[in-house]
């Protein structure tokens, strides 16, 4: 599976944005999707995921701001982002696994890493 993200662009803080993870060659429904981003200064952070049966996680630097969804009959996963502030500034990247759910935060254990899409967030 091919994936590609999309969305980024530069926003104010408190503004919202929608990130796109759209896949090729595969099917989301045989994976969990995750999302991550990294900035200049550190690795790469899990921010979401969403699993091939429904379940949800998100980091808890996001949770009640952030939330993960999946369109299967358009085979994307979408990660809406409000209330964004300055520190959410990062390139954001997805990837799939078939891990336990236990260690889907593992970056590890994520593969077809697509190109992430940059997200800045002015103060």
């Known amino acids: 599976v091919q994936l590609q993200a999309s969305g980024g662009g530069l926003v104010q803080a408190g503004d919202s944005l929608t990130l796109s993870c759209a896949a090729s060659?595969?099917?989301?429904?045989?994976?969990?999707v995750g999302w991550f981003r990294q900035t200049p200064d550190n690795g790469r952070e899990f921010v979401a995921c969403f699993s091939w049966d429904g379940k949800a996680k998100l980091a808890n630097s996001v949770k009640g701001r952030f939330t993960i969804s999946r369109d299967s009959a358009k085979n994307t996963v979408y990660l809406q982002m409000n209330s964004l502030k300055p520190e959410d500034t990062a390139v954001y990247s997805c990837?799939?696994?078939?891990?336990?759910?236990?260690?889907?935060?593992?970056?590890?254990?994520?593969?077809?890493w697509g190109q992430g899409t940059l997200v800045t967030v002015s103060s």
């Open positions: 060659g595969g099917l989301f429904r045989s994976y969990t």
């Open positions: 990837a799939v696994t078939t891990v336990v759910w236990g260690r889907v935060t593992e970056e590890e254990f994520y593969r077809s």
